[in-house]
């Protein structure tokens, strides 16, 4: 998983293995991005159902 740092003014940009990511605290970006992928996520399972659903009713 990628995760932004801020040091200084700089960004650095780093990348951590999913075990060291789930320790640490959630920054409210990295949270964001959490609800978006999960969000995304629903919207495409719920888009399967509608489809599955349709073609079984025809």
Do not use: C
């Not at 789930?22 to 489809?51: C, G, H, W, Y």
């Amino acid at each position: 998983m990628a995760k932004y740092r801020k040091r200084g003014d700089a960004y650095e940009y780093r990348y951590f293995p999913i075990k060291l990511e789930r320790q640490k605290f959630l920054s409210v970006s990295d949270s964001l991005t959490l609800m978006i992928a999960f969000a995304s996520f629903i919207v495409m399972l719920l888009n399967l159902i509608i489809v599955i659903v349709k073609s079984i009713k025809k």
